[in-house]
């Protein structure tokens, strides 16, 4: 198995770098790959901070990606709804990777951040409903 850093998956994604995006590609198709969270994180940062993708833009490639590839992704189910959330909140994306081990493990979360606080209510109260 291999690690690929943010810059193997945005290549991929974007494919839009004609040396490095064929390579990106080989590398993820060919390979059972991991791509660390925190790779994910910096992935998520770029295309919405620096290329202005939309949320739910990022949120629906990313879950798409996932779904289409043999990637390996640590806590993969808790990761996928925090993308989830991260389509649908406006909500950092770390916060949302945390409101998902919250829903996904029933991990509790403890913060200060308030807007944090109202999605884990949510999920609470989703969850504790007949």
């Known amino acids: 198995m291999r690690k690929i850093d943010a810059n193997i998956l945005l290549r991929y994604l974007l494919n ?3 040396d490095f995006s064929p390579k990106a590609k080989n590398i993820i198709d060919n390979n059972i ?10 992935v998520v940062f770029v295309l919405h901070g620096f290329y202005n993708t939309p949320r739910m833009e990022v949120s629906q490639n990313l879950i798409d ?8 992704l640590p806590s993969r189910d808790a990761v996928l709804k925090g993308i989830e959330y991260f389509g649908q909140t406006n909500l950092d994306f770390v916060d949302c990777i945390l409101a998902g081990y919250y829903e996904i493990n029933r991990e509790p979360v403890d913060t200060f ?18």
């Open 65 to 72: 990606f996932f779904t289409k590839t043999k990637t390996i």
């Open 113 to 130: 951040d308030k807007d944090l606080q109202k999605l884990l209510d949510k999920v609470n109260e989703r969850n504790n409903q007949p």
């Open 33 to 42: 790959v991991e791509i660390p969270i925190e790779a994910l994180c910096e």
């Open 16 to 18: 839009d770098h004609a």
